[in-house]
């Protein structure tokens, strides 16, 4: 299985100070179709997982241009560019290439 | 607006079974694949099962395989996960998600509000 690794997993941010989370995989995630399925998701407390970012770096409808992916091959990055007081929850990574499909461990985003 | 309504949680001793439903609305069920993943208490996000727009391909977590089923009823807009032989590690909210026309590889886009599946004697 693709083992997704998260860091860090916890991350305390200033609101409008900017925040990162870093993944990495332990394959490449380029596809035999020559995409990369990195995925990213945000989980509000108390609420169902949402996913903000597919494909490495694409926004989903209604995700705040705040938010953008970036990376390739086995490292990626989700960065929010000023943190905001819905941000808080935690974050997790996802691949898609390769089944079974796995998710990191996820990065817990609070307030400071 | 896409609705995913699950159902069929609930507490169930080991060796038992129990079979989760999600009602899907608010989009052409039979063209898009269907996903079930779970999350332990205070853990993190597990894919247990997915499943293609037609039924006819069925995926499995190496936890799961053998002892969990995903199927469809596309007449009825309604994913289904047969859970036999439960463990005390299957307890957890039960996810159902909804993927694309062609899997899951961008990840779900659209998530029900979960299942609570609890495992003990």
């Known amino acids: 299985d693709v083992v997704m690794t998260q860091s860090p997993l916890s991350l305390s941010v200033t609101l409008g100070q900017p925040a990162s989370i870093s993944c990495r995989s332990s394959?490449?995630?380029?596809?035999?179709?020559?995409?990369?399925?990195l995925n990213w998701f945000q989980q509000r407390p108390g609420q169902s997982p949402r996913r903000l970012i597919y494909?490495?770096?694409n926004r989903d409808s209604g995700v705040p241009d705040r938010f953008s992916g970036s990376g390739s091959g086995t490292d990626f990055t989700l960065k929010i560019s000023r943190v905001e007081a819905e941000d808080v929850g935690v974050y997790y990574c996802?691949?898609?290439?390769?089944?079974?499909?796995?998710f990191g461990q996820g990065t817990k985003l609070e307030l400071k | 607006e896409v609705q995913l309504l699950e159902s069929g949680g609930g507490l169930e001793q080991p060796g038992g079974s129990l079979r989760l439903s999600c009602a899907a609305s608010?989009?052409?069920?039979?063209?898009?694949?269907m996903s079930w993943v779970r999350q332990a208490p205070g853990k993190g996000l597990e894919w247990v099962s997915a499943i293609s727009y037609s039924g006819a391909t069925t995926h499995y977590a190496d936890s799961v395989q053998g002892r969990f089923t995903v199927s469809r009823d596309n007449s009825k807009n309604t994913l289904y996960l047969q859970m036999s032989n439960l463990r005390a590690e299957d307890t957890a909210v039960y996810y159902c998600?909804?993927?694309?026309?062609?899997?899951?590889?961008?990840?779900?886009?659209?998530w029900g509000q979960g299942t609570l599946v609890i495992v003990s004697s």
């Open positions: 996802m691949q898609g290439t390769q089944w079974p499909y796995t």
């Open positions: 394959q490449s995630l380029v596809h035999s179709d020559g995409n990369t399925y």
């Open positions: 998600a909804r993927g694309d026309t062609l899997g899951h590889r961008k990840g779900p886009d659209y």
């Open positions: 608010g989009f052409t069920f039979s063209n898009y694949a």
């Open positions: 494909r490495v770096s």
